[in-house]
């Protein structure tokens, strides 16, 4: 696949944002308000957990507040093939065509709480747009233990005109529209693993 037809996915993701949104707040200014009830501050503390002490820092170096780590694709329980994040833009991932597969996506939350984080993708194939997926992973609190989104289960599109190359634009994403991760690769549906 050329990279020219890579670089012409890269920043067409569409962004709804909901006028209606309340202001964001900081871990301290949640776990500051109602500071006179105590069943709060408890319930507040138990949903926070070591957010709630001070924050979260997994990368010091590293001031988003979600570091990607890696996606994985998983087929008949095992993990199939593996990239880590951020890579190298044009990875090639194969896969065997209609097989039933899901997407592994691991990432961190450090420093502040991420509010409707998600992983969408547009693939193409010699430049025609042929799929659109978004998953929802939720919102989030700091924590030092990595997070994991497994993806509903999809079956790979099977056949000889089926097989080939697909571009894909791959970004994860919140609330606001806010990227923390965009990248390209290449999906290859091949006759077997």
Request: proline fraction near 2%.
């Given at each position: 696949m050329a990279s020219s037809d890579l670089d012409n996915n890269s920043d067409d993701f569409d962004i709804e944002i909901s006028e209606f949104r309340p202001a964001e707040?900081?871990?301290?200014?949640?776990?500051?308000?109602?500071?006179?009830?105590?069943?709060?501050?408890?319930?507040?503390?138990?949903?926070?957990?070591?957010?709630?002490?001070?924050?979260?820092?997994?990368?010091?170096?590293?001031?988003?507040?979600?570091?990607?780590?890696?996606?994985?694709l998983i087929s008949d329980g095992e993990v199939k093939r593996s990239m880590d994040l951020p890579g190298a833009d044009d990875f090639v991932l194969s896969i065997k065509e209609g097989c039933v597969y899901h997407i592994r996506i691991q990432y961190y939350v450090q420093r502040e709480i991420v509010s409707g984080l998600r992983y969408t993708h547009k693939v193409k194939r010699m430049g025609v747009p042929v799929d659109k997926e978004t998953y929802m992973f939720g919102s989030f609190a700091p924590r030092e233990e990595v997070y994991e989104y497994t993806s509903p289960a999809e079956e790979a599109p099977s056949g000889f005109i089926q097989r080939g190359k697909y571009a894909v634009s791959s970004a994860i994403l919140d609330d606001d529209g806010y990227a923390y991760l965009k990248w390209n690769w290449v999906l290859e549906i091949t006759k077997d693993w």
């Open positions: 707040k900081t871990i301290q200014e949640i776990i500051s308000a109602d500071a006179n009830d105590q069943s709060l501050i408890k319930y507040k503390q138990e949903l926070l957990g070591s957010a709630a002490a001070g924050g979260v820092v997994i990368r010091p170096d590293n001031a988003e507040k979600v570091i990607v780590t890696n996606i994985s």
